[in-house]
Nanobody, 127 residues
C-alpha cells in the first residue's frame, strides 16, 4: 500500500512559477513509476508528466512541454513538478499517482496504468 500526499499548490499570476511535491509512504517508492495528472472543472482528468522508477525516463504532455519539469528523489520518497511560465489554462487540481510496474515514462499516459492516487492540490493561475 502506498499513500501519496501532494503539496505546493496555490494562487499565482500568469507567467509565475510553482513547485508541487508529492510525498509517498512505504519502502518501495523507488520501484514505482510516478505521474502527475490534472483536472479542471467540467473536464476530464488529463496526463501532465511521468517519470520512470530511476528518473532516467521522463515524458510530458505537449501542453506543458518546455514549461514543466518532473523529477524525483528516491531517498526522500518524493516526486516534484516544477511549473514555470504558468498560464490561466493550467488552472486545475493536480494529482500525483504511482504505478507499480516498471517501464518507460511514455508508457504511463493512461491513468489506468496507475495504482495509487493522492488527494490533489489546487493550482490557480490568474490572468
Amino acid at each position: 500500500q502506498v499513500q501519496l500526499v501532494e503539496s505546493g499548490g496555490g494562487l499565482v499570476q500568469a507567467g509565475g512559477s510553482l513547485r508541487l511535491s508529492c510525498a509517498a509512504s512505504g519502502r518501495t517508492f523507488s520501484s514505482y513509476t510516478m505521474g502527475w495528472f490534472r483536472q479542471a472543472p467540467g473536464k476530464e482528468r488529463e496526463f501532465v508528466a511521468a517519470i520512470s522508477w530511476s528518473g532516467a525516463s521522463t515524458y510530458y504532455a505537449d501542453s506543458v512541454k518546455g514549461r514543466f519539469t518532473i523529477s524525483r528523489d528516491n531517498a526522500k520518497n518524493t516526486v516534484y513538478l516544477q511549473m514555470n511560465s504558468l498560464k490561466p489554462e493550467d488552472t486545475a487540481v493536480y494529482y500525483c499517482a504511482a504505478g507499480m510496474a516498471r517501464g518507460l515514462a511514455r508508457q504511463y499516459v493512461n491513468p489506468t496504468r496507475y495504482d495509487y492516487w493522492g488527494q490533489g492540490t489546487q493550482v490557480t493561475v490568474s490572468s
